[in-house]
């Protein structure tokens, strides 16, 4: 069964991403505490039997919420979201992202709980996303390990050639070839490559380097417990992103900072996530 998952990210950075959208009762954000939500509806292939058959639509009402005063301006940070945590970069429009990461291993938790780890377009002031990653899950007793591809408003699909291991090289690259068609393409340096080309018409407005508690029918399940995650690379428009400080944003659940980036390395492109409420050291580069 398919489980839905419903990004919702909250962005400090009004002025260059539009309305900001905000984040779930008691996450958004502190540059606009009525902000209005955009709510992205996507699909991740997990084993979770409790996903309903339906899931939220563009329809429903926006959340709002205020900035829970204990981590207001936190970190130096210019986002904050109620399941996202990693980098989105303003500034576009792109013709292309790309980045890569170590798949982190999770570890056992009392309930299943989930985590992805991906890079993308368009997710932040937009209802078009397109992106493509792993996941890295604890559901049943078992750690679950796998990539997938996806373009909204369809649901993902499960990349199924490609077999995925806690420590695995992964390489995304999303970028336009033509008009109105993009090449999506998934790198495992231990099993192997993926591509395909698909329509897409979202606006390129934004890049996402990204760590992400999926939504699991109507709920934020627990985040899976994860090893730091490394991402390098990081380029748009065949180039470096270089990366600020000011493009970061950490994942927030009850008020508190669960999952934190840290400052990016020496050239701009490259970061961690880490589970914990202050920002980890920026990688050393190599």
Known sequence: M??????????????????????????????????????????FPTA??????????AADPPIRAAMPAAVRGAGGLGWYSSNWAGYALAGGPYRSVSGQWTVPSVTPTGRSSYSAQWVGMDGVSSASLIQA???????????????????????????????????DVISVSIARVSAGRWRIALTDRRSGSFSTIRDYAGPGTSAEWIVEAPFIGWRIPQLA???PVVFDNAMVNGGMAH????????????????????????????????????????????
Request: glycine share 8%; hydrophobic share 45%.
């Open 2 to 43: 398919h489980a839905k998952s419903t990004l919702v990210i909250a962005a400090l950075l009004a002025a260059a991403l539009g309305a900001g959208p905000a984040a779930d009762p008691g996450v958004p954000s502190s540059a606009s505490p009525a902000a209005g939500v955009a709510v992205h509806t996507d699909e």
């Open 48 to 57: 979770d039997s409790t996903a309903p058959a339906s899931a939220p639509t």
């Open 133 to 167: 990653g792993t996941q890295a899950n604890f559901v049943n007793g078992t750690s679950r390990y796998s990539a997938w591809w996806e373009i909204l408003p369809a649901p993902a699909v499960a990349i199924s050639t490609l077999t995925v291991r806690a420590g």
């Open 225 to 227: 417990a994860h090893a």
């Open 243 to 286: 990366l600020s400080i000011g493009d970061a944003g950490a994942m927030i659940r009850r008020g508190v900072l669960v999952d934190t980036p840290s400052a990016p390395d020496a050239d701009g492109n490259g970061f961690q996530v880490a589970e914990q409420a202050i920002p980890p050291d920026r990688p050393i580069q190599t």
